[in-house]
């Protein structure tokens, strides 16, 4: 059953086979999007969280990737195989744009910082390219040739910097200056403006970690790169300032208009120091909630620090349109002395579909082969007809929770 303790707020519940990406918006913090194997893309407001918000679905090819505009609250790219989807909230389930961007499947999707309409794909063609989705022509900006496929492709949130993650054959990380100046080869191998190594098997992730503050006018920020990978390093990478220059970025810079800040102002938190452990007399309450007596000692953890804590939410049913409705509930304390079975007299259930007679499985075959049971077993109507039958076949068994 659910714990009262646990720190899980929302279960979603819409896809049918595996989630391949989820991307919060850059607009709004209770609208996220998901994408998976089953090619749906759902967006989801948290504020209503028993179903989708919105749908969309490419029908024949799965979703591997699905971003936010960072600039356009209503625009959102997916990837299906080879081909890209731009969607648009405003306008129904239809397409507002597909694109075959690739030879072979994109894995990698991202957004312009600073221009609406342009984007970056990826692929294991050993290409990135470069899209404006308004243009009609069907052809990318610019095409960067790399010397592997490519796993993943991100603009960098500082200059017009793109670094690259290898999907084989590469354990580096690589830097790139998106930027197109007009005598250069929009169809070329791009010199690497600087590589970050140290990992010994393939990295698997990586992000930006900023530190500093913003302006209305100026950006001061230092950046740090994070990356980990398959073995088992998390790695922390200095960047030059020599580095940043060469991607059109220096501190203290006039900041664009155009670039969104999605962590303007924000608080910065340092996890340098420890957990710190709670006084004997304050470990019966942390965060809200009672810590068990038999329990560890008690430690606040910086991150989770002031945040609140819900109940996990259990499945109560199927929903009437095939999805499954969470429905939170908080366990009484008089529920912990109540017998299971006088619980579960109260539980209804409605009748079942009866099951294929090549599926069909008895009672008696999952007790014993030998063991002689009611034929009607077989047929309960509710499960407090089937709990309550065995609670009367079997007096020496004692159900402590069910």
């Known amino acids: ?32 999007a998901t994408c998976a194997i089953d090619s749906f893309v759902h967006c989801w407001d948290l504020r209503h969280p028993s179903r989708p918000a919105m749908t969309f679905c490419d029908w024949f090819a799965a979703a591997t990737q699905v971003k936010w505009n960072r600039q356009d609250s209503h625009i959102l790219a997916s990837s299906h195989d080879k081909f890209l989807r731009i969607w648009d909230d405003r306008k129904g389930a239809y397409p507002l744009r597909s694109i ?26 050993r290409t990135i390219k470069f899209w404006d989705y308004t243009d009609r022509a069907d052809e990318p900006h610019r095409v960067l040739h790399t010397p592997f496929p490519v796993w993943r492709a991100r603009h960098t949130p500082f200059g017009s910097g793109l670094l690259a993650m290898p999907q084989r054959g590469d354990h580096d990380l690589h830097l790139y200056d998106s930027k197109i100046d007009k005598d250069e080869d929009r169809d070329q191998v791009p010199s690497t403006v600087a590589r970050f190594g140290g990992h010994h098997d393939q990295v698997k992730e990586f992000l930006w970690r900023p530190r500093g503050t913003i302006t209305e ?62 006084p004997e007399d304050d470990r019966e309450e942390v965060l809200g909630n009672r810590i068990p007596q038999n329990g560890p ?74 063991l002689k049971t009611d034929p009607t077993w077989d047929t309960f109507e509710s499960l407090k007809e089937e709990i309550t039958q065995i609670s009367e076949k079997f007096t020496k068994v004692s159900f402590d929770e069910v």
């Open 100 to 125: 075959e961007a690739h030879s072979t499947k994109i894995y990698g999707v991202d957004w312009s910082r600073t221009e609406a309409s342009s984007l970056a794909t990826c692929s294991l063609d």
């Open 217 to 278: 006018s100026n950006d001061d920020r230092d950046f740090q790169l994070v990356s980990w990978g398959t073995d088992r390093i998390l790695r922390l990478h200095h960047v030059d300032d020599e580095v940043l220059g060469r991607v059109g970025y220096e501190k203290g810079m006039r900041i664009e208009r155009r670039m969104n800040f999605t962590r303007r102002n924000a608080i910065y938190k340092t996890f340098r120091e420890g957990p710190r452990s709670i």
């Open 297 to 370: 000692a008690g430690v606040r953890s910086a991150l989770t620090t002031g945040m609140s804590r819900a109940p996990v939410p259990f499945i109560g049913g199927y929903g009437n349109g095939g999805f499954m409705r969470p429905i939170t509930g908080r366990k009484s304390a008089l529920a912990k002395d109540m017998d299971p079975i006088s619980w579960m007299r109260g539980v209804k259930i409605g009748k079942r579909e009866t099951s294929p007679s090549s599926l069909h499985q008895s009672v008696s075959s999952i007790l014993s082969p030998s």
């Open 1 to 32: 059953m659910a714990s009262t303790a646990s720190s899980v707020e929302h279960v979603l519940h819409a896809h049918t086979r595996a989630i391949t990406d989820i991307n919060f918006s850059a607009h709004n913090p209770d609208i996220l």
